[in-house]
């Protein structure tokens, strides 16, 4: 099966240009879900905590089991609100507060105009005083941003309706609260970041999705995905390849097959319009379910090194290409790190 380069210096690199964007490390809370964006659950959650990051965010329950040793802090963002030392759980409605387990410490999300998931706006003081009734422990509120990577007035629109939040849950005598709204793009754009946390995603793992009238920070890819030599031949001219024939040899060619395929998450494209992979060789023919052709007999060839360029190619984003990669992939960390 193909392999998944962990690069820890990139990494590390990224997550040192976010700590001087928020202006302290100890405001980074890594998100995880989905397995790290497909980089590696626990992998991604050792190398964060050992650069100093001391909250993390994850999907549910069973994410959170796997990596809260690491964290002091661990933000569950679907589920059953428990007690739990660690762990804190985001609300995201009436019926999550009336079924959270008494002395859970919990995170109220409000929906400030995305309209996925939170609270009412108009809700805010039932759901404050449903967290007293209940005797939950209210740690955080919080909200998230419909149009963070887009040019326009939205974002701030969000931002000052988030303040009005602030300021009422502050007026309803709720102390020791986290305030935090801002994800990587939020984060990314802005140039005085003053919340208690920031939510950082794709940033952290290389990748700035905002468009070109933005300032951009230069950032490093993490991933690397590379895949191996199963099997070469050679093809004369006219011969035709894989499923369909779609390809034919204009000319005599060595070609390989390498161990990648959509079953492992890699995207089946159109043959017409072939991918091109890192080492500039274009897949020939149709992607199969476990294997890929290309011109070459190396042993080895990097497929992709760039998610953001690579999802150009299939019309998608970087979020995609990297998340649907299998969990079954081995990943592994290259470089030598870096000192803070």
């Known amino acids: 099966m193909a392999t998944i380069l962990i690069n820890q210096d990139n990494f590390y690199y990224n997550l040192n240009q976010i700590a001087l964007k928020s202006g302290s490390i100890d405001k980074i809370a890594i998100v995880l879900k989905d397995n790290a964006y497909g980089h590696g659950l626990e992998l991604m959650a050792k190398l964060a905590s050992q650069f100093g990051i001391e909250h993390a965010v994850v999907k549910n329950r069973e994410e959170a089991k796997r990596i809260a040793y690491l964290f002091q802090t661990v933000l569950v963002l679907g589920g059953r609100a428990e007690k739990d030392r660690v762990c804190r759980f985001a609300l995201n409605s009436l019926h999550d507060i009336a079924r959270a387990q008494e002395g859970a410490k919990v995170e109220l999300k409000i929906d400030t105009g995305m309209h996925r998931n939170g609270i009412a706006m108009e809700k805010i003081e039932r759901a404050l005083h449903q967290i007293r009734v209940r005797k939950l422990v209210l740690t955080g509120v919080m909200t998230h941003f419909r149009s963070a990577d887009v040019m326009g007035s939205e974002l701030f629109w969000q931002q000052k ?122 897949i020939l023919g149709r992607v199969s379910m476990d294997f890929i052709l290309l011109e070459s007999d190396a042993e080895e060839v990097v497929i992709m090194d760039d998610a953001q360029k690579a999802a150009g190619a299939f019309g998608t984003i970087s979020y995609e290409m990297t998340t649907a990669l299998s969990e079954k992939i081995v990943r592994s960390v290259v470089g030598k790190g870096v000192e803070r």
């Open 161 to 282: 309706r988030f303040e009005a939040i602030k300021a009422k849950v502050r007026r309803m005598g709720f102390g020791n609260v986290r305030f935090h709204s801002h994800n990587s793009a939020a984060l990314l754009r802005t140039h005085r970041f003053n919340e208690d946390l920031v939510r950082v995603g794709i940033a952290a793992y290389g990748y700035n999705e905002l468009p070109a009238p933005f300032e951009k920070l230069p950032l490093k890819p993490v991933m690397k995905l590379v895949a191996k030599r199963v099997a070469t031949r050679t093809l004369a001219k006219g011969e035709r390849v894989g499923y369909g024939g779609d390809f034919i040899a204009p000319k005599e060619m060595k070609i390989s097959t390498y161990d990648l395929g959509y079953g492992d998450g890699w995207c089946r494209g159109e043959s017409l319009h072939p991918y091109i992979t890192a080492d500039n060789l274009p």
